[in-house]
């Protein structure tokens, strides 16, 4: 299995900006997607954005328009662009790796945005 490490979490105000960032330990190049889901506190575990190898983007319904998700397979690395952000983004962000035959996470990024 791949090692996500994520990065770039933090306290800002709403409509601020942050840009999170998974490093992963080897090539990305051949897996079968990567992506960003969170949690906020009493909630599940949600989709923000997934970027597969083949197809389209996806995004959340409510991170559409505001969240970008982005891979560089040169540098093994995924980032996560979030601008508007609102109290609701709050949650701690993982970074999630899909393989032909394993899915690893990362241990999470907190995001606070206050109002």
């Known amino acids: 299995q791949v090692q996500l490490v994520e990065s770039g979490g933090g306290l800002v105000q709403a409509g601020g900006s942050l840009r999170l960032y998974c490093a992963a330990s080897?090539?990305?190049?051949?897996?079968?997607?990567m992506g960003w889901y969170r949690q906020a506190p009493g909630k599940e575990r949600e989709l923000v954005a997934t970027?597969?190898?083949?197809?389209?983007?996806n995004y959340a319904d409510s991170v559409k328009g505001r969240f970008t998700i982005s891979r560089v397979n040169a540098n093994n690395t995924v980032w996560l662009q979030m601008t508007s952000l609102k109290p609701e983004d709050t949650a701690v962000y993982y970074c999630?790796?899909?393989?032909?035959?394993?899915?690893?996470w990362g241990q999470g990024t907190q995001v606070t945005v206050s109002s």
């Open positions: 999630n790796a899909v393989e032909f035959q394993s899915t690893s």
């Open positions: 080897k090539s990305i190049w051949s897996f079968r997607s």
């Open positions: 970027l597969p190898a083949i197809g389209n983007t």
